[in-house]
T-cell receptor
Framework: DADVTQTPRNRITKTGKRIMLECSQTKGHDRMYWYRQDPGLGLRLIYYSFDVKDINKGEISDGYSVSRQAQAKFSLSLESAIPNQTALYFC????????????FGPGTRLTVL | SQQGEEDPQALSIQEGENATMNCSYKTSINNLQWYRQNSGRGLVHLILIRSNEREKHSGRLRVTLDTSKKSSSLLITASRAADTASYFCATDGGYDMRFGAGTRLTVKP
């Protein structure tokens, strides 16, 4: 089984709808991250969390919110989706060992019509 | 804004040749990492080099870091068709990581 899973893998929705993307991990890591990827722009950090009680905004948090329900679960919500939020979304995890390697989920392809 | 910027944006080589990708960044870092992404999939960590290291090897990969020039390079030796992917550098300057836009490498058989 994959260490970092994301659901759904693909989603098509309409403008104005609320969407939740979920991430689960079995690596036992404390740190979790949400990124979006757009063609030609690489990955940009949306939110990150260093433990269950810690939530931090990243580079592009406007229009998004997150919830860290447990050490293993980190959800990303789009309260009112808009077309320019069409992108590939990745969840990632890392531990506190100092290696700082991040482990990525397979991604969610979100299309907002 | 992105911290790292890769160069070139795209690179096409023949199998067996070496591939070199460069990354430049703007602020002080703790470490720099390189990741690989096959089309539409999650990123996979390749190698990490710390700010006090100058060179690191892992299999066919060689990474260099020049903190005075704020730059790094990734060399893939004896490339294979399976190395075709996008390669990203990522810098850790504190609590978050910043990724570049990537280099798209195509290795022709």
């Amino acid at each position: 089984d994959a260490d970092v899973t994301q659901t759904p893998r693909n989603r098509i929705t309409k403008t104005g709808k609320r969407i939740m993307l979920e991430c689960s991990q079995t690596k036992g890591h404390d740190r979790m991250y949400w990124y979006r990827q757009d063609p030609g722009l690489g990955l940009r950090l949306i939110y990150y969390s260093f433990d269950v009680k810690d939530i931090n905004k990243g580079e592009i948090s406007d229009g998004y919110s997150v919830s860290r329900q447990a050490q293993a679960k980190f959800s990303l919500s789009l309260e009112s989706a808009i077309p320019n939020q069409t992108a590939l979304y990745f969840c990632a995890t890392s531990d506190f060992s100092g290696r700082d390697e991040q482990f990525f989920g397979p991604g969610t392809r979100l299309t907002v019509l | 804004s992105q911290q790292g910027e890769e160069d070139p944006q795209a690179l096409s080589i023949q199998e067996g040749e070496n591939a070199t990708m460069n990354c430049s960044y703007k602020t002080s870092i703790n470490n720099l990492q390189w990741y690989r992404q096959n089309s539409g999939r999650g990123l996979v960590h390749l190698i990490l080099i710390r700010s006090n290291e100058r060179e690191k090897h892992s299999g066919r990969l060689r990474v260099t870091l020049d903190t005075s020039k704020k730059s790094s390079s990734l060399l893939i030796t004896a490339s294979r068709a399976a190395d075709t992917a996008s390669y990203f550098c990522a810098t850790d300057g504190g609590y978050d990581m910043r990724f570049g836009a990537g280099t798209r490498l195509t290795v022709k058989p």
